[in-house]
């Protein structure tokens, strides 16, 4: 069935470095790849997403590339700073009339001072 | 514009007793999907409405899980009779409409059976 590898599970990385976070995912139909942010106790949020046309998007530090051939994706986070850290879900969806999404299981991200 | 909004957002229930959640979606948002996020994992989805029809609700457990969505506003989620197992958030999120595929979630509901 349709499934989301998420990896690594957790990540603890200094301030200032760079984090990267992969996924991959089983489904080929999948063209949509959102990547969310989520703090203690709070709503998941959307910090980026990309489509399957294209193979990389920026957003000031934040930063997700695409490889359909491979069918993995990665967030990365440049000049990590402490109000970084949170729990990040990837997921994927197609356009099969649901738009369902797929997440992965999260990686805990902890970026130390 | 107002978010994703659902109450309660915690409740403590006995198992075999019955609980309801209540979502209500952007508005203008035609999509609405319930899911559970139980702790250490990502978000399942349970349940996904189009306008007040439902699109998927191939991983509900119907034997104790029930919602809707009338008027294709307003949402609830009910579960009963609840067992240990459904300990979790249970998250609401909407998307404006198919073809639009960014989910907006809600604060969530965090439910603990005892």
């Known amino acids: 069935g349709e499934n989301v590898e998420q990896h690594p599970s957790t990540l603890s990385v200094q301030e200032g470095d760079s984090a990267v976070i992969k996924c991959t995912y089983s489904d080929s139909a999948s063209n949509y790849f959102p990547w969310y942010k989520q703090e203690l106790g709070k709503r998941p949020q959307l910090i980026i997403d990309?489509?399957?046309?294209?193979g990389e998007k920026k957003d000031q530090r934040i930063a997700v590339t695409l490889n359909k051939t491979a069918k993995h994706f990665s967030l990365h986070i440049t000049e990590t700073q402490p109000e970084d850290s949170a729990v990040y879900f990837c997921a994927a969806s197609k356009a099969s009339g649901t738009y369902k999404y797929i997440f992965g299981t999260g990686t805990r991200l902890k970026v130390l001072a | 514009e107002a978010g994703v909004a659902q109450s309660p957002r915690y409740k403590i229930i006995e198992k075999r007793q019955s609980v309801a959640f209540w979502c209500n979606p952007i508005?203008?948002?035609?999509?609405l999907y319930w899911y559970q996020q139980i702790l250490g994992q990502g978000p399942k989805l349970l349940i996904q409405?189009?306008?007040?029809?439902?699109?998927?609700d191939s991983q509900l457990p119907k034997d104790r899980f029930s919602a809707e969505r009338l008027k294709g506003v307003d949402s609830t989620l009910k579960i009963q009779p609840a067992k240990l197992e459904d300990s979790a958030v249970y998250l609401c999120?909407?998307?404006?409409?198919?073809?639009?595929?960014?989910?907006?979630f809600g604060p969530g509901t965090r439910l603990l059976v005892l």
């Open positions: 508005s203008g948002h035609a999509t």
């Open positions: 999120a909407s998307s404006l409409a198919p073809g639009f595929e960014t989910q907006y």
């Open positions: 990309i489509r399957s046309n294209v």
């Open positions: 409405f189009q306008n007040n029809g439902v699109v998927d």
